[in-house]
């Protein structure tokens, strides 16, 4: 990975595929969730690269610059990000981001103008409104006696019975080599988003210019889950959910020929 200095704190991305934009029409910029990193895409990544130009970037206190200047939020991280994008002179590109990551994507997408980012993609994140169960469990990700816990049952939720070795791996050792500290800041970050918004398609609907976003996603498998989306896309003719036949919580893991192939024609 490459590094690069925005304001205080370093940052590692990593790029490739054809940078004549013009080849391979705009640049995919790959972002991934909370406690994730570079990792997660190291599959999708150079099958994206066979046709466009792809970036990888970590967050704020991510991949392999941990160190960071103090607590940051989800408009930090979105700040970041369009830095980035200005140092590096990237005209025209598209946000894919995984999992929660999809907030930060949509206060980038929401800042920047449909010229410089005419669509978005976000990958397995959850579209409606969660129950309480879902903030409770996400709460014991901010209780030091009780965190390791909270996160080893989303972790047991999220392997499921897969023996796909990259997602027990991409879980068990790369998101469970984050500290309390981020796992808490995730947990307060995600709950915050969900109990301002709601959940994410009433978060896009609330952009000030309307873009194609499309949501590739295997799980959850309730066909309520898919309704409650393809009603909103009734509504709005902008929002394209896209749901994948797979068993995981990690479809970038799972299939990434799939997802790769969903973002391309989503391009077309």
């Known amino acids: 990975m490459k590094s690069i200095q925005i304001g205080a704190n370093s940052f590692s991305y990593d790029e490739a595929g054809p940078h004549d934009e013009a080849a391979g ?61 200005d140092r590096m002179n990237i005209e025209r590109l598209v946000p894919v981001s995984t999992s929660h990551g999809g907030w930060a994507n949509m206060e980038i997408t ?95 609907a609330a952009m000030k210019q309307h873009r194609p976003i499309t949501h590739i996603y295997s799980q959850p498998f309730e066909p309520e889950y898919t309704q409650a989306q393809l009603d909103f896309a009734a509504d709005h003719d902008w929002y394209r959910p896209n749901k994948l036949p797979g068993r995981t919580h990690f479809p970038t893991l799972e299939q990434p020929k799939a997802v790769a192939d969903a973002i391309r024609a989503f391009l077309l």
Request: aromatic residues 10%.
């Open 110 to 204: 929401d800042r920047v103008d449909t010229g410089r980012i005419p669509r978005s993609v976000v990958i397995d994140w959850i579209q409606t409104t969660p129950n309480e169960g879902f903030f409770q469990a996400i709460e014991e990700l901010q209780e030091r006696s009780a965190w390791e816990k909270g996160r080893g049952d989303l972790f047991a939720y999220w392997i499921g019975d897969t023996d796909n070795q990259d997602i027990i791996d991409h879980v068990n050792k790369e998101m469970a080599g984050y500290s309390f500290e981020m796992w808490a800041r995730s947990g307060r970050e995600i709950a915050s988003a969900y109990r301002k918004w709601g959940n994410p398609m009433r978060r896009m």
């Open 25 to 85: 029409g705009e640049a995919l910029l790959l972002l991934s969730g909370w406690c994730q990193d570079h990792r997660l895409f190291k599959t999708l990544a150079p099958e994206l690269a066979k046709t466009h130009r792809v970036l990888r970037l970590d967050w704020r206190g991510h991949g392999e610059h941990r160190e960071h200047d103090g607590d940051f939020t989800v408009d930090d991280q979105a700040s970041d990000v369009v830095a980035f994008l």
